[in-house]
DNA sequence: TTGAAAGCGCTACCAC
DNA sequence: GTGGTAGCGCTTTCAA
């Protein structure tokens, strides 16, 4: 069987209570004992039990990462962005793929309770605050990210989807494009809408208008984007530009531009969001608004983190600017 | 704070222990307490501590899943899949990337063992046997996925690398290409390997050799798919297919394809391995062995659950048939 | 059908 | 400096 404290404690010839001392540096202990206790750890190949540890109130080490789906490509970067920081700060990271269906949100959080989880970090879409609000009364931290819900104090981590949004206007704008299109995600999701807003804002800004139709929203693969692109290209009036608040709509968009005969960027320009394997990737790649995913990572599990040492008491809402990389998918108007 | 079992035992007047067998369902109880209890624990919104629990010597319900890389499109499609089983069968899944570094790897075990996992997957490189021999030693149950130890007694689901090397081989020959080149990933990738030999086999069962200098290994990403395409398509004397070991390198080569302006699949045919999001929305889409990620997922969680269970005590090694995908970056070869 | 009590491996408080 | 011991929340004999 695996060593126990007490098998160490018998072989040192000490009591359990001091090899608990030495394990956790706490206490004071002579050199000699500590020295032997660690070199008899070491033979017996002793690692101690995260379990009975947490049993005793203590941490468990181990966060629950909500997310909608693993495999899409944005959150299995942020995924891997927070494994690492917490492996880091050693924390393990359980995972759950919600598909934005606020009954599994229900199970997992249920389960991770019962795991005693120290720290829940949610990046998935969630309709009923309640839940949430459950969580911080029962005094278990939360951290969002990439979603928010300003009126509830819980700390948040998100990218300025707003400001993502007029830049990716100004973009194509600058570039001499007026006739700009729209694929977002459904309206309930919220960062989807504030890059429209953002977006459709700077259009007015500089006396455009967002026309009827232009604005299309669907669901977040790529299929939906090639659907609803699809459905812009082929109207006769079709837009110049169009852009699609995240990679995989933006890929859908490049494979409609493609069926209808559409060169990018040449005859039709495309911006993105998200800045995934995907932007590369695609071809041309697109030119897309940066999330600093392994920023955002890093922050998250630091945020939940202090929460659990006490410190950083003060609710805080972190506001991660997005970053515009010009790649081939837009280029400038041809006047005709 | 939480309830616990003692709450629900004072609140029915009856023993922890009898709350306990209701719990677990074990024990004879009369139908009237059973129904109390129930009652009470809903009302106190009672939720057993898997912690203490699994203290009591059983089950933590935790898997460990060790992949390279959650964020390469092929694992994280792979853990959505296990996430799901597992899910399905009651267990939560922590991620573990390991870079295919032993050291890593190392470290991510003795945590996964601290924190009493019932089983580790293993999806990840590993150069040193040890490893997984000593887990096999102290009886913790681990099923090897998508890599494999022939030598070594453990559960394995694999797909059959060397068959879609050879089904690869038959489709490009099938299409009048001669001259091919294959794109791996560098020799300790053992699946790579059994995918080349494959293809190489098949090869010359048409009386075709493999060219020297068109064998070209590489890591596993883009980039090096590029660039090692590149080296093939820059030579006076091209190949006019590639077989690329993983969609990454596929996509790599499609890049390259592109940047020495030849078109795929005219200029040149591409056939690729996985099946993963990549090969879809790759432009033009992927020619692609499938491996049945669903499937795997399945399988190596029933078969670890099962391992649990005290079931199947005989090792086995699942070996599943790779499916040729055919899409847009395979042609006929022109005659010239 | 139910309950008392002995652990599971570890921490923390209080003595010595 | 070191050790005794009471839990943490639950399971599991063994008795009643």
Do not use: W
């Given at each position: 069987m695996k060593a126990t404290i007490y098998d160490i404690a018998k072989e040192a010839g000490v009591s359990i209570a001091t090899v608990s001392k030495v394990l956790n540096g706490k206490g004071k202990i002579s050199a000699e004992t500590s020295k032997a206790i660690y070199a008899i750890m070491e033979r017996l190949n002793y690692q101690p039990s995260v379990i009975a540890t947490a049993l005793t109130g203590k941490k468990t080490y181990t966060l629950g990462l909500l997310i909608p789906d693993i495999s899409n490509p944005f959150f299995s970067e942020v995924a891997r962005a927070i494994e690492d920081q917490g492996e880091h700060l050693g924390y393990s990271v359980i995972m759950c793929s919600t598909d934005n269906k606020d009954e599994k949100v229900e199970r997992y959080i249920s389960l991770l309770q019962q795991k005693q989880v120290d720290g829940i970090i949610i990046?998935?879409?969630?309709?009923?605050?309640?839940?949430?609000?459950q969580l911080l009364a029962k005094g278990i931290p939360v951290v969002l990210l990439a979603r928010d819900?300003?009126?509830?104090?819980?700390?948040?981590?998100?990218?300025?989807?707003?400001?993502?949004?007029?830049?990716?206007?100004?973009?194509?704008?600058?570039?001499?494009?007026?006739?700009?299109?729209v694929i977002g995600e459904k309206d309930s999701v919220r960062s989807s809408r504030e890059r429209i807003r953002g977006f459709r804002q700077?259009?007015?800004?500089?006396?455009?208008?967002?026309?009827?139709?232009?604005?299309?929203?669907?669901?977040?693969?790529?299929?939906?984007?090639?659907?609803k692109a699809l459905e812009l290209l082929q109207s006769e009036d079709s837009p110049s530009a169009i852009f699609a608040c995240n990679d995989m709509l933006a890929v859908g968009a490049l494979q409609a531009a493609r069926a209808v005969g559409k060169k990018v960027p040449n005859d039709l320009s495309i911006v993105s969001f998200d800045n995934t394997l995907l932007s590369e990737v695609a071809d041309p790649p697109l030119t897309t608004l940066a999330?600093?995913?392994?920023?955002?990572?890093?922050?998250?599990?630091?945020?939940?983190?202090?929460?659990?040492?006490?410190?950083?008491?003060?609710?805080?809402?972190?506001v991660l600017r997005p970053e515009l990389i010009i790649r081939g998918s837009t280029a400038a108007m041809i006047r005709s």
């Amino acid at each position: 069987m695996k060593a126990t404290i007490y098998d160490i404690a018998k072989e040192a010839g000490v009591s359990i209570a001091t090899v608990s001392k030495v394990l956790n540096g706490k206490g004071k202990i002579s050199a000699e004992t500590s020295k032997a206790i660690y070199a008899i750890m070491e033979r017996l190949n002793y690692q101690p039990s995260v379990i009975a540890t947490a049993l005793t109130g203590k941490k468990t080490y181990t966060l629950g990462l909500l997310i909608p789906d693993i495999s899409n490509p944005f959150f299995s970067e942020v995924a891997r962005a927070i494994e690492d920081q917490g492996e880091h700060l050693g924390y393990s990271v359980i995972m759950c793929s919600t598909d934005n269906k606020d009954e599994k949100v229900e199970r997992y959080i249920s389960l991770l309770q019962q795991k005693q989880v120290d720290g829940i970090i949610i990046a998935t879409g969630i309709d009923n605050k309640d839940i949430v609000e459950q969580l911080l009364a029962k005094g278990i931290p939360v951290v969002l990210l990439a979603r928010d819900m300003p009126l509830i104090a819980v700390n948040t981590v998100v990218v300025d989807d707003y400001v993502g949004g007029c830049l990716a206007a100004s973009h194509l704008i600058g570039l001499g494009h007026r006739k700009l299109a729209v694929i977002g995600e459904k309206d309930s999701v919220r960062s989807s809408r504030e890059r429209i807003r953002g977006f459709r804002q700077t259009m007015e800004d500089h006396g455009i208008a967002l026309q009827e139709g232009f604005l299309k929203t669907c669901d977040y693969k790529v299929a939906d984007g090639k659907k609803k692109a699809l459905e812009l290209l082929q109207s006769e009036d079709s837009p110049s530009a169009i852009f699609a608040c995240n990679d995989m709509l933006a890929v859908g968009a490049l494979q409609a531009a493609r069926a209808v005969g559409k060169k990018v960027p040449n005859d039709l320009s495309i911006v993105s969001f998200d800045n995934t394997l995907l932007s590369e990737v695609a071809d041309p790649p697109l030119t897309t608004l940066a999330q600093p995913i392994e920023h955002m990572g890093k922050l998250v599990v630091n945020m939940i983190v202090e929460e659990l040492h006490g410190s950083n008491k003060v609710k805080q809402r972190t506001v991660l600017r997005p970053e515009l990389i010009i790649r081939g998918s837009t280029a400038a108007m041809i006047r005709s």
